[in-house]
């Protein structure tokens, strides 16, 4: 054969090969509808801020793919995007998405919850509009907004009418698709004041910016911004806590933020005392605020109250210090040490004006009946899959960014151990009820919910530190029987119990 030939043909049936990402990037597809990317997104993949064109460099490739597909199926309407991703080939599109999620992006500061919020758009990121059903953008879209895993894209580095545009698309109905309309929920619940503020927030981050350590000793500015602070949105709950920019700069204000700081960035910020991945914010959102989700407010003007759990009658301080043991398998911090001091600062300012021993309404978690045939571990792990494992991993192992949990794990060596209240079935039933998924509480019935419960609480994780001689049998007498958990139960063959390496 004619090598000329031989080559062209080789040409038509593999029309791009590997390193043929750039050139599509470059110079296009093979139809010419199928135009250069670099045209617009620019030779980095960084965007144009100026026209609104995003940036699409090191975006994972499986939210790209995703993106593609809804321009091609039209769930996102876009009339540039649209006939470029119609024009390209399934071969192109691929190689071309490939290519694009190797270009490298500039790092940027990883701003935790535990930073300070100085304006409307900082409020939303880090701090959410709760009563509106807004969670922080960071509890999905990672530290400084940088992104998680392969369905959460970075924030940071869009510029700022493309975050908009985004924002509004979904208001609209014209962007859809997204994984469980996760995104698309709370965008409903923005207001325009609050879509602009937290544009103009993240398209404000700049690469390399220092990233703000725990700011305790400098107040927070009241600022003239449209979006209100959460707690001055009406409440659903029986108590409205004063709003955080009520603090200043005197020593008890500064208390208060660094009792606010440990309690959202727990494992770094209590390092000491805490043996897993946790942070007390997971399992009592919105800073400890809101109401069905174990609020501080509703717990620090209980006690002292007689404990059943430690069969005495508990200070606050020594309820905090069980947190640690249990919730956290760590360490109880001294009763008088500053940990404990900061964590009740907290609470206390928190209850500002509530009633010393009248339990408001929001108190705890909420608890749904057991359904009536019991629970099924079968119809739970189905939930799991369709409702919980985008977050928390298939195999309830959570998700990171750099040393930090993002999406907190729900059992193994990083998770609550079996002494915590969240291992009862009764408790996490509630919670998760309540609360999950995350931005979407109330949606599961309570059925699922228990199933659901189940399911999390059949898989192992760290020890009972009440243990009695290592045994299984003798623990589960002392401190489990008659409660609602699987502790001792023996599940696909395994006898739970014994702990995590
Ligand atoms: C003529 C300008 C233009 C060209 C050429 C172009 N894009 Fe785009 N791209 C845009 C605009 C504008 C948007 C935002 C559209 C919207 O609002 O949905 C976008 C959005 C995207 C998104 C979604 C980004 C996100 O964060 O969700 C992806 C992925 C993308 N483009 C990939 C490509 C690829 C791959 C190519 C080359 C084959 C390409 N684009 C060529 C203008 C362009
Ligand atoms: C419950 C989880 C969750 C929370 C909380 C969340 N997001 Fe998202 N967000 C998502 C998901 C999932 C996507 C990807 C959507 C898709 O695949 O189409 C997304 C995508 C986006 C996009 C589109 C990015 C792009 O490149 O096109 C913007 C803009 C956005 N989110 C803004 C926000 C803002 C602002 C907040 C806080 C007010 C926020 N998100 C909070 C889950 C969340
Ligand atoms: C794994 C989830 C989880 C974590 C993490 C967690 N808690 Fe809790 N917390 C619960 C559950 C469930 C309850 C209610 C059941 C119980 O009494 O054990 C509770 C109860 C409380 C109460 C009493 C509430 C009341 O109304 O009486 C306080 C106070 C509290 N937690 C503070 C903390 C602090 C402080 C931390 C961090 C050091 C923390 N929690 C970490 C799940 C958790
Ligand atoms: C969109 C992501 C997302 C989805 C989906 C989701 N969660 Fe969560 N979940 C979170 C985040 C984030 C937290 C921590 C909240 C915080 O720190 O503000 C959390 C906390 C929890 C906690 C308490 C902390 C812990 O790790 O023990 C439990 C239990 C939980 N989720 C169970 C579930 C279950 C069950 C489902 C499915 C029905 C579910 N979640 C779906 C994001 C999600």
Redesign the pocket.
């Known amino acids: 054969m004619n090598p000329r030939y031989s080559l062209l043909l080789l040409g038509f049936c593999t029309p791009v090969l590997g390193a043929d990402g750039l050139a599509?990037?470059t110079h296009?597809?093979a139809k010419p509808a199928?135009?250069?990317?670099?045209?617009?997104?620019g030779a980095d993949g960084m965007g144009m801020a100026a026209?609104?064109?995003?940036?699409?460099a090191g975006?994972p490739e499986a939210?790209?793919e995703r993106?593609?597909r809804a321009?091609r199926e039209g769930l996102?309407?876009?009339p540039?995007?649209q006939p470029?991703?119609a024009a390209?080939t399934e071969d192109?599109?691929r190689i071309?998405?490939q290519y694009?999620s190797t270009l490298p992006a500039p790092a940027y500061p990883q701003i935790t919850r535990a930073a300070e919020a100085r304006d409307a758009g900082a409020v939303l990121a880090l701090r959410g509009d709760w009563p509106q059903g807004i969670p922080e953008c960071v509890s999905c879209h990672g530290p400084g907004g940088v992104g998680v895993g392969g369905d959460f894209?970075p924030l940071v580095g869009?510029p700022e009418n493309?975050l908009m545009?985004?924002l509004d698309?979904w208001r609209k109905g014209t962007?859809k698709g997204d994984p469980q309309d996760l995104m698309g929920r709370i965008a409903r619940a923005m207001n325009e004041a609050q879509v602009s503020a937290a544009a103009g927030y993240f398209s404000a981050l700049k690469p390399g910016t220092a990233v703000p350590a725990q700011t305790t000793d400098e107040p927070a500015s009241k600022t003239a911004n449209a979006a209100p602070p959460p707690s001055a949105a009406p409440s659903t709950s029986g108590f409205t806590p004063p709003a955080e920019d009520s603090l200043g700069d005197d020593p008890f204000s500064q208390l208060v933020r660094q009792g606010r700081a440990l309690f959202v960035d727990t494992a770094r910020e209590a390092r000491p005392f805490v043996g897993n991945g946790m942070n007390c914010v997971n399992c009592h959102l919105d800073q400890g605020r809101l109401g069905g989700s174990g609020p501080l407010w509703g717990a620090y003007p209980m006690y002292p109250a007689w404990r059943v759990k430690d069969k005495a009658v508990d200070s606050y301080a020594d309820r905090l210090r069980g947190c640690f043991r249990f919730s956290m398998n760590g360490t109880e911090p001294p009763v008088d040490g500053p940990v404990i001091q900061a964590l009740a600062a907290y609470s206390y300012w928190l209850s500002t004006g509530a009633r010393i021993g009248l339990a408001p309404a929001g108190r705890g978690y909420p608890a749904i009946p057991e359904p009536a045939g019991g629970y099924d571990l079968v119809q739970g792990q189905k939930v799991y899959g369709q409702s919980c494992a985008i977050c928390h991993g298939t195999q309830g192992q959570g998700m990171k960014v750099g040393e930090g949990y993002v999406f907190p794990p729900l059992w193994g060596a990083d998770s609550y151990n079996w002494g915590a209240g969240m291992a009862r079935l009764d408790y996490a039933a509630a919670f998760i009820h309540t609360n999950m998924p995350l931005g979407q509480g109330n949606t599961l019935s309570p059925a699922d919910a228990w199933h659901v419960a189940a399911y999390m609480n059949s898989h192992e994780r760290p020890r009972d530190p009440r243990m009695i001689d290592g045994s299984v049998e003798k623990t589960r007498a002392a401190f489990h029987a008659g409660q609602p958990t699987l502790y001792g139960a023996t599940v696909n063959g395994v006898r739970l119990g014994a702990g995590t390496p």
Do not use: K
């Open positions: 599509i990037y296009g597809g199928a135009m250069a990317c670099a045209s617009c997104h026209a609104g064109f995003p940036r699409i975006l939210y790209l993106q593609m321009y996102r309407a876009n540039v995007m470029i991703a390209l192109e599109t071309v998405l694009v894209p869009q493309y545009d985004q698309a962007r």
